[in-house]
């Protein structure tokens, strides 16, 4: 007998040994992240083609102390290696960890190798041949602080690769992992089982497998024990035959039925090619279909429901992934009372989604991905009672109610005044933190960062509330809901890049069009709050010269050209802005040559600028210290330079429209006129109803020259 190592996952570690010792293991005991044991010839042959959980089988060959490099080679070529594979065999070194000595992997597999080849050099052979690619057989070293095991592995490529899944749709489970869950949600070969987010079939596949005792190494080609001196070709050949004949056999005594649906065809024929494959493709049925709207099929009367729903967090999909759980579990409830479900996710917070009570619940990994597996019974009570509450509860009740009366009163406003954009909710409650901005038929919701005395899992659960809310009040389709994390960062630029969807979208505000992007940009191109300031400078602009200062978008040049504006000039230090700017104003007919932009800082174009303008709009940031900037910004510290500036290229009769969102911002009033300037404060004029509730950080003044 050899001392063996099967490897597995964090968290799988009892389950493996509960199945080695269904295939005739009588000593396995668990390690970190694998299981030691004993095993004749026969035994290990067995369970390499039977483990359903194991990632590969290692023949344990040393055990020793390592503090050095020095210590991995001696131990390493204390093994006679010539008595495990003959010099024509091809191999490599997989080395696991490091240590205060060995920090480097790469360098530990070297050593080992040396050690290999220099064994096989000392008694005048040929030295084997490393491949990477193609070896005969794998060598396996394990490194935890000053101790090391060193092995073979039996197997070679992962045992998780069963041969029945050359495409995958998105985010596959490994066949070990789909495995694991199966075992843990409470189905047996007795009962039937439904994967309502089927993708690629894994986890239909691997239970209908088991259902037939199907070995799931059987399409299996090649293993790294057929290249050792001891390989038994007629021992492993007796045990192939008789798992190819139980295949045959297993299929035709089945009775329990399989149900598999996903929202895409093209992934529903993946699954349909791989189970033809895996040799179950007359136990499962694939159909399109959605997990919100699935139904029981006819012959599940008390079957398990198991599914892996997707749960990514890529901007943007996170409103979506709250409304396909929260509606695939009001559908669990109403439609599979009686049923079990096992439901495997790395969300807590989507699971919480569900609104059930989880019976079991296990923590395993998927690949680096801490995960949970909840497993419900539905009692019929729920199914025949669900319906009715589900339409009669509100989420977060406080805050639904306040956004209620929010659209109510701001909706309206916004459809008399012709608006396609606005807010609807500004943290109006404390406890729900977050900016709601309606952009056509879609939802912004924006999250400020959390108190530190507030716990991430609560800030996390009460976000989803959030969103679950919006769109139940709003009735918003949830994929048109963008989620976005807003926190107060210093010292960095106020316009962050975040993706590549480039999903522009053309919205009406008083007369003008202006596009606008909801994924791309932490801002969407429209600064809300200012719209009512846009709508006087159009007022304002006819005939006038106009100068637009931080012009971001340039969504104020638009509504001054609009509104006659004899020439415009925007001024801002993005080409991607000054870009859209063009945009903007080509969308509303306004081009030609008096329309200028320029990309620049504009402090510096300020102190350099020689001409002369009617109307100046100018709404710098509160702070900034970009480093394309010579020298930082503050806007208290720094509004009487950039006075200065201004007053030299303002004409007698001109206008200056200042504005900035700093919170208890103060005019200098004294070093204004000290300047020959003087100013009004139209901060409550311009302050729009939407951000009634917010009017700390909207400031807006006319200066003008002294008259």
């Not at 089982?193 to 799931?216: K, Q, R, V, Y």
């Not at 529903?268 to 791989?274: F, I, L, M, T």
């Not at 979506?320 to 009372?337: H, R």
């Not at 007698?652 to 404060?681: C, W, Y």
């Amino acid at each position: 007998m050899n001392q063996y190592l099967a490897v597995t996952s964090n968290g799988l570690e009892n389950l493996l040994v509960e199945e080695l010792t269904n295939l005739g293991i009588s000593d396995a005991k668990p390690v970190q992240a694998g299981v030691k044991f004993k095993a004749t010839k026969e035994q290990i042959y067995r369970c390499c083609l039977w483990s359903r959980l194991a990632s590969r089988f290692v023949r344990v060959v040393a055990e020793f102390t390592c503090q050095d490099d020095m210590d991995l080679y001696l131990s390493a070529t204390a093994i006679n290696w010539v008595n495990h594979f003959h010099s024509s065999k091809k191999f490599v070194v997989d080395f696991n960890g490091t240590n205060r000595e060995i920090r480097n992997s790469q360098y530990g597999a070297m050593k080992v190798k040396d050690a290999v080849v220099d064994c096989f050099e000392k008694k005048n052979l040929p030295r084997p041949s490393i491949s990477k690619d193609q070896p005969d057989l794998r060598l396996h070293v394990r490194l935890h602080k000053d101790k090391a095991l060193l092995g073979i592995d039996m197997v070679g490529s992962g045992l998780h690769v069963r041969g029945y899944r050359p495409e995958s749709g998105k985010a596959p489970l490994r066949e070990t992992l789909a495995a694991a869950i199966i075992l843990r949600s409470g189905w047996d070969a007795t009962k039937s089982m439904l994967d309502p987010m089927c993708g690629s079939g894994t986890l239909l596949i691997e239970a209908a497998m088991m259902a037939a005792n199907i070995a799931p190494g059987v399409k299996r080609e090649k293993w790294g024990f057929e290249a050792l001196e001891d390989f038994d070709a007629e021992l492993w050949a007796t045990i192939k035959s008789e798992a190819n004949v139980q295949a045959r056999k297993g299929v035709k005594k089945v009775d329990a039925k399989f149900f598999g649906f996903d929202n895409d065809p093209r992934v529903v024929q993946v699954a349909k090619d791989n189970a033809r494959r895996a040799g179950v493709s007359e136990l499962i049925e694939f159909a399109e279909g959605d997990a919100a709207t699935v139904k029981r099929p006819a012959g599940f009367e008390q079957g398990v429901i198991v599914c892996n729903p997707p749960y990514g967090e890529r901007l943007g999909t996170h409103p979506g992934l709250i409304a396909l759980y929260t509606a695939f579990g009001a559908q669990l409830k109403a439609e599979f009372g009686g049923c079990q479900a096992s439901i495997f996710s790395s969300s807590d917070e989507l699971l919480s989604c569900l609104r059930m009570r989880a019976e079991k619940q296990f923590k395993m990994n998927n690949g680096a991905l801490p995960c949970h597996q909840k497993n419900y019974s539905i009692s019929a009570r729920e199914a025949s009672e669900q319906q009715g509450e589900q339409q009669q509860s509100l989420i977060a009740p406080d805050f639904a109610n306040r956004l209620k009366k929010n659209i109510g009163k701001i909706g309206k406003w916004a459809k008399r005044e012709g608006l396609d954009c606005y807010r609807i909710y500004d943290a109006d409650l404390p406890e729900y933190n977050v900016a709601i901005d309606v952009y056509l038929d879609h939802l912004v919701i924006q999250e400020y960062a959390a108190p530190k005395n507030i716990p991430e899992e609560k800030a996390k659960r009460r976000l989803t509330d959030i969103i679950r809310a919006a769109i139940q009040v709003t009735g918003v389709d949830a994929n048109s809901v963008v989620l976005k994390v807003r926190e107060k960062k210093k010292g960095t630029n106020q316009y962050q890049k975040l993706g590549q969807q480039a999903e522009k979208m053309h919205a009406h505000e008083y007369g003008v069009q202006l596009i606008v992007n909801l994924y791309d940009y932490l801002d969407t191109g429209l600064f809300l709050d200012h719209k009512l300031t846009r709508r006087r400078l159009g007022q304002m602009a006819k005939g006038q010269d106009f100068l637009n200062l931080f012009a971001y978008t340039g969504s104020a040049t638009v509504h001054a050209a609009v509104g006659g504006a004899k020439s415009t000039t925007t001024v801002d230090m993005s080409k991607t802005y000054l870009d859209w700017a063009k945009e903007n104003m080509a969308l509303n007919g306004q081009v030609g040559r008096q329309h200028q932009y320029v990309q620049a800082d504009c402090l510096q174009w300020l102190e350099k600028a020689t001409g002369q303008y009617d109307l100046i709009f100018i709404d710098p940031p509160t702070f900034s210290n970009s480093k394309r900037m010579e020298q930082s910004f503050d806007v208290q510290r720094d509004h009487i330079q950039l006075m200065t500036h201004l007053k030299r290229i303002l004409r007698p009769n001109g206008t200056i429209v200042f504005s900035n969102n700093k919170r208890h911002f103060k005019m200098d009033l004294e070093q204004l006129a000290a300047l020959g300037l003087e100013a009004n404060n139209i901060s409550s004029q311009t302050l729009p109803l939407d951000f009634e509730r917010n009017k700390h950080i909207h400031n807006c003044w006319l200066v003008t020259h002294q008259q």
